[in-house]
């Protein structure tokens, strides 16, 4: 119940291209998701996040898209970039007791192709 | 403004041995959690620290242990090192409250175990 469950594994497009990667998760006490960008030899970095009130959330050329009945979430990336060429790493917590930890899904590398 | 900073960078230790990583916490910040990231997964929750106390832990054996000091700062300690422990330890900054900052992670130990 506490897994994230993360598709695909690794993705590859063309420049201008939108990969999209997706989350399901079990566990309905979860309440923020969070995706998180991670480059070679540096720790993630937070991309943008999400509440289980809220059905899509944009942030520049990312958006989120969330189904609360289904239990899954989706990182789009508009326009992409070599530069986004990275890990992605979905994630989701919950609060207990003033305390929250991340449960990461296992990522997707993705690479775009200039 | 300095970010989350992590020490050692890199680490090879032998199995049997003890280890010791350090994290100092994004200024202002006083939670810090730690994270092991094996190898093509996801970051796992090892344990949070706030106020000098363990206040979550995750699904790791007592070998894990750690300490925050009353500057924020805080060490991951692992003794009896197995194969198993080589890693990216990520330290993870937030600050506590209501409200969810989000995290920032440091750019992690990369640990080797041999």
């Known amino acids: 119940q506490q897994q994230v469950k993360q598709s695909p594994q690794s993705l590859i497009v063309q420049k201008g291209g939108i990969p999209i990667i997706n989350c399901a998760y079990e566990n309905t006490a979860f309440d923020y998701f969070p995706w998180y960008q991670q480059f070679p030899g540096k720790g993630p970095a937070l991309l943008i996040a999400?509440?289980?009130?809220?059905s899509e959330k944009k942030e520049g050329r990312f958006t989120i898209s969330f189904n609360k009945s289904a239990k899954q979430f989706s990182l789009h990336i508009m326009d992409s970039q070599p530069g986004d060429s990275a890990t992605y790493f979905c994630?989701?917590?919950?609060?207990?007791?003033?305390?929250?930890?991340?449960?990461f899904g296992k990522g997707t590398k993705l690479t775009v192709n200039p | 403004d300095a970010g989350v900073t992590q020490s050692p960078t890199h680490l090879i230790k032998t199995r049997g041995q003890q280890v010791t990583l350090r994290c100092s916490p994004k200024s202002g910040h006083d939670t810090v959690s730690w994270y092991q990231q094996a190898l093509g997964q996801g970051p796992q929750f090892i344990f949070q620290?706030?106020?000098?106390?363990?206040?979550q832990r995750g699904n790791f054996p007592d070998r894990f242990s750690g300490h925050q000091f009353p500057n924020y700062s805080s060490e991951l300690n692992v003794n009896a090192l197995w194969l198993g422990d080589s890693a990216l330890y990520l330290c993870?900054?937030?600050?506590?409250?209501?409200?969810?900052?989000?995290?920032?992670f440091g750019s992690g130990t990369r640990l080797t175990v041999v």
């Open positions: 620290y706030y106020e000098e106390e363990e206040r």
């Open positions: 993870a900054s937030s600050l506590a409250g209501p409200g969810r900052l989000g995290y920032t």
């Open positions: 999400i509440r289980p009130d809220v």
């Open positions: 994630a989701a917590s919950m609060s207990q007791g003033g305390s929250e930890k991340l449960v």
